[in-house]
C-alpha cells in the first residue's frame, strides 16, 4: 500500500477538524478513559505555557537590561548599576534557578507542591545575592545619601529607586489595586517625578517600553506601569498610550471578544489615570490617544 | 474538510495585543485547552518534536507577534492553524536530525510520512469501510465525497470518524 507524499498532513487536517467538532464534555470524557482525570491534557497544557512564560519573562527582564550594565530587578524594583561581571554572575544564578524550577515542575503531581515552593526560593535567593553583592560592592548606603534622597538630591542608585516608587498622585487614583496588600502606599516618602525623572537614551527607552509589554504578557500589571512610566516620564508617546491602556476599563484587553470568557479585574482599572497618560500621550503626538480620550468621555470617573 | 485560517491577519481590524492574547489563553476552558493539545499531537506526528513543542511554539508566535490574532477567529481555531502551519514549517526545513544530511534526510523524512500513513492506515485492515475512508483522506478527498465513498448514512458516518480517530489516538499513545 503506498500514499502520496501528503497523506499524513490530509489525515492530520482532517483528526483536527474532528477534534474540533467534538462536543466538549465528549473530549474530556475521552481524556478520563485514556489517563483516568479528565483534566490530564488540560493540566499539561498548562504546565507546558507557565513554564514557557517564565522563560520568555525571564528572557525579556534581561533583553530590557541588555543596552546598558543596569539591572532592573522586578523581584526588588530597585535597578542597580553593576558591572558586566557582576551581571554575568546573577545571570548565572537566575539560570541555576530556571533548570532547577523546570526539573521540580517535571515531577508527579504530588510534589507540584513543593515545586512552587522551590520556585519562589529560587526567586528570591538571587534577589538576595544581587542585595547581597551590590552591598558588597558599592558598600551600603551612607547616611549622608538617605539625606540626599530625602531632600530629593540626585544620587544615582536612589534617584531611581524614586522613579520606580509609586507616585502619590497615582497610588491615591488607583489605591483600589494595592488594597488587598495593606491599603494604598500614601505615605511613602518618594521624590516628586519631576526631580527624579532622568534623560534616558532612545536605545533604554526602547528598552523599557519592551520590558513593559513583556511584564504584561506575564500578567504582572503593577511592574508593568512601573516600567511603562518611566518611559512615558522620559518623553516616550508610545510607553504614555500603553499606560493608559492598563488603566481604561475600554481599552481592547478589557472587553469580551473571540467567544473567550474575559473576565477583567477591574481592581486595575481608573479612569483617571487612563485620561491623565492618554492626555500625555496625546500631548506627544499620539493620535491613537486622541481616540481612546474621546471614547472615555462617556465613562464617569 | 477545510483548512485552518493561518493567523495572517485577513481584516482592517487590528489583531489581538499581546495582553489579549495572554487574557484569552488565561481563561481558555478545560476542554479547550484539551483540544489544541490533542490537536497539537496530531500534526506533530509529521515532525522529530513533541506535541507539546508544537503549542507552545503556537503561545510564543502569538504573544511575540510572529502571528496576528485576527479578531474574530475562535481561540482554537487560530491555535489550529498556527500548529499546522508550523508543523508544516519544521517538516520542510531542514531539521536538526537531517541538518547533517542535507537532502538525503529530507527524502528520508518523506519515506518515514509515508510509512506512517501506511502503518495508520494497515491498523484498521479488520474495518475495510475506515479503512477505505482513510485511503481517500489520505488521497485528500473531503467532506461529502467521503460519505458517499464509505456509503454510509451521515450519522453513521459520524460515528465512524469518531472511531477513527480514538483508534489513530490510542496507536500514538501506545508508540510513547
Known amino acids: ?301 | 474538510m477545510s483548512e485552518p485560517p493561518t493567523g495572517v491577519e485577513v481584516d482592517n481590524a487590528p489583531p489581538l495585543s499581546r495582553a489579549e492574547i495572554n487574557n484569552a489563553i488565561k481563561f481558555l476552558t478545560a476542554a479547550e485547552k484539551t483540544k489544541i493539545v490533542k490537536i497539537a499531537a496530531q500534526y506533530a506526528k509529521m515532525t522529530p518534536y513533541e506535541a507539546e513543542d508544537l503549542y507552545q511554539e503556537a503561545w510564543l508566535r502569538a504573544v511575540d507577534g510572529r502571528r496576528k490574532w485576527p479578531r474574530d477567529l475562535p481561540i482554537t481555531t487560530f491555535f489550529w492553524g498556527v500548529m499546522r502551519s508550523i508543523a508544516w514549517e519544521w517538516k520542510r526545513k531542514d531539521d536538526p536530525l537531517d541538518k547533517d544530511i542535507g537532502d538525503k534526510g529530507a527524502e528520508e523524512r518523506t519515506l518515514l510520512d509515508r510509512d506512517h500513513a501506511t502503518k495508520i492506515i494497515k491498523a484498521h485492515d479488520d474495518d475495510p469501510i475506515a479503512q477505505e475512508i482513510l485511503v481517500a483522506i489520505a488521497d485528500g478527498a473531503r467532506g461529502e465525497e467521503l460519505l458517499k465513498l464509505s456509503g454510509l448514512s451521515p450519522t453513521d458516518y459520524e460515528s465512524k470518524r469518531k472511531k477513527i480517530r480514538r483508534r489513530i489516538e490510542k496507536l500514538e499513545a501506545e508508540k510513547k
Open chain 1, 1 to 301: 500500500m503506498s500514499t502520496k507524499p501528503d497523506a499524513l498532513l490530509n489525515l492530520a487536517d482532517a483528526m483536527a477538524e474532528d477534534i474540533l467538532n467534538t462536543p466538549d464534555d465528549e473530549v474530556l470524557r475521552e481524556v478520563e478513559e485514556d489517563f483516568g482525570d479528565r483534566r490530564a491534557l488540560a493540566n499539561k497544557f498548562d504546565q507546558i505555557l507557565e513554564r514557557a512564560e517564565k522563560q520568555v519573562f525571564e528572557s525579556a527582564r534581561f533583553a530590557a537590561l541588555a543596552p546598558s550594565p543596569q539591572v532592573r530587578s522586578s523581584v526588588l524594583d530597585l535597578p542597580i548599576s553593576l558591572r558586566d561581571e557582576t551581571i554575568r554572575r546573577v545571570k548565572g544564578i537566575l539560570n541555576l534557578a530556571s533548570r532547577l524550577s523546570e526539573f521540580l515542575s517535571s515531577l508527579t503531581p504530588r510534589t507540584l507542591a513543593w515545586s512552587a515552593t522551590a520556585a519562589a526560593v529560587a526567586t528570591l535567593v538571587p534577589a538576595a545575592v544581587i542585595t547581597a553583592v551590590v552591598v558588597k560592592e558599592q558598600g551600603p548606603p551612607s547616611g549622608q545619601q538617605m539625606a540626599e534622597v530625602r531632600k530629593g538630591e540626585k544620587g544615582d542608585r536612589f534617584q531611581m529607586e524614586a522613579v520606580f516608587a509609586p507616585q502619590p498622585a497615582e497610588v491615591t487614583s488607583a489605591g483600589a489595586f494595592d488594597e488587598g496588600i495593606g491599603g494604598p502606599r500614601t505615605q511613602m516618602p518618594v521624590a516628586a517625578p519631576q526631580e527624579a525623572t532622568r534623560k534616558l537614551s532612545d536605545e533604554e527607552i526602547a528598552a523599557l517600553v519592551a520590558g513593559g509589554r513583556q511584564l504584561m504578557i506575564a500578567d504582572d500589571i503593577h511592574n508593568a506601569r512601573l516600567v511603562l512610566q518611566q518611559a512615558a516620564d522620559a518623553g516616550n508617546a508610545t510607553a504614555a498610550l500603553e499606560l493608559g491602556q492598563t488603566y481604561d476599563p475600554l481599552a481592547p484587553s478589557a472587553t469580551v471578544r473571540w467567544g473567550v470568557q474575559h473576565i477583567p479585574d477591574r481592581r486595575t482599572f481608573d479612569v483617571v489615570m487612563a485620561r491623565k497618560w492618554y492626555e500625555k500621550a496625546r500631548d506627544l503626538g499620539s493620535a491613537e490617544a486622541a481616540v481612546r480620550l474621546e471614547k472615555l468621555k462617556s465613562v464617569p470617573d
